[in-house]
């Protein structure tokens, strides 16, 4: 099996993106959506086919997305954060939503991709800017890079192996190097202070 490298926003490229207002509609609704799925991990057929029923209040009182990946038909239960239900809201009561009985209004895979190169350029964002980069994005910006265990984020990406996320595990070994690092500064800074104690005592 090759290893495959899978392309991902910084968390900084994201919070540029989620910043920029557009006053054109139809890029601000692509922008929404890919963000949306930065939060979600969900891929564009599974998002457009969002319905009301979709949305199910947890035992712990906060409301989760429940559907099947249209991919691999496997179940998919994702907590639904505060910046993914902001976007829930805002469509989900629009004209074209309620004809359509679902949470977003239709937009295709290929002017949604369309779209998103402008967003990129617009915000000065040198990637290929699809759709599907923002579910690499939340597997590694949003979720593993933040401690969240590859076994739960595997669950959330309706993989049905634990092998497919872990083309996402280089992010992990970045943070863990980043984390590393900071422990070396703090621990020469502390024996730094230890030996100037013991010179004074």
Same mark, same amino acid.
């Given at each position: 099996?090759?290893? !495959?490298?899978? &392309?991902?926003?910084?968390?900084? *490229?994201?919070? /540029?993106?989620? *910043?920029? /207002?557009?006053?054109?509609?139809?890029?601000?609704y692509?922008k929404? $959506?890919f963000?949306?799925?930065?939060y %979600?991990?969900?891929?564009?057929i599974?998002?457009?086919q969002?319905?009301p029923?979709? =949305? =199910?209040?947890?035992m712990?009182?906060?409301?989760?997305i429940?559907?099947?990946?249209?991919?691999?038909?496997?179940?998919v239960n994702?907590?639904?954060? +505060?910046?993914?239900?902001?976007?829930i809201?805002?469509?989900?009561?629009? +004209?074209?939503?309620? %004809?359509?009985?679902?949470?977003?209004?239709?937009?295709?895979?290929q002017?949604l991709?369309?779209y $998103?190169?402008e !967003?990129?350029? $617009?915000?000065?964002?040198?990637?290929?800017?699809?759709?599907h980069?923002?579910?690499?994005?939340f597997? %590694?910006s949003?979720?593993?890079?933040?401690?969240? +265990?590859?076994? %739960?984020?595997?669950?959330?990406? &309706?993989?049905?192996?634990?092998?497919?996320?872990? =083309?996402?595990?280089?992010v992990? *070994?970045?943070?863990v190097?980043q984390?590393?690092?900071?422990l070396r500064?703090?621990?020469?800074t502390?024996?730094k202070?230890?030996?100037?104690?013991?010179?004074r005592?």
């Amino acid at each position: 099996m090759q290893k !495959v490298e899978r &392309g991902y926003l910084t968390n900084e *490229e994201l919070i /540029s993106i989620e *910043e920029k /207002s557009f006053s054109l509609q139809r890029i601000q609704y692509a922008k929404d $959506l890919f963000v949306f799925s930065c939060y %979600t991990g969900m891929a564009y057929i599974d998002v457009v086919q969002l319905s009301p029923d979709n =949305i =199910i209040l947890g035992m712990n009182g906060n409301y989760w997305i429940k559907t099947f990946r249209e991919k691999t038909d496997t179940s998919v239960n994702v907590p639904i954060l +505060p910046k993914a239900a902001y976007f829930i809201e805002k469509y989900r009561n629009g +004209p074209r939503s309620i %004809t359509k009985g679902s949470l977003f209004p239709m937009i295709s895979n290929q002017k949604l991709n369309s779209y $998103l190169n402008e !967003v990129a350029d $617009l915000c000065g964002i040198k990637k290929n800017m699809t759709f599907h980069l923002a579910r690499h994005t939340f597997a %590694t910006s949003v979720t593993l890079s933040n401690g969240v +265990p590859i076994e %739960t984020v595997s669950k959330m990406l &309706g993989h049905t192996t634990i092998r497919t996320t872990q =083309i996402y595990a280089k992010v992990v *070994e970045q943070k863990v190097s980043q984390d590393m690092s900071v422990l070396r500064e703090k621990l020469e800074t502390n024996s730094k202070k230890s030996n100037q104690q013991i010179r004074r005592a």
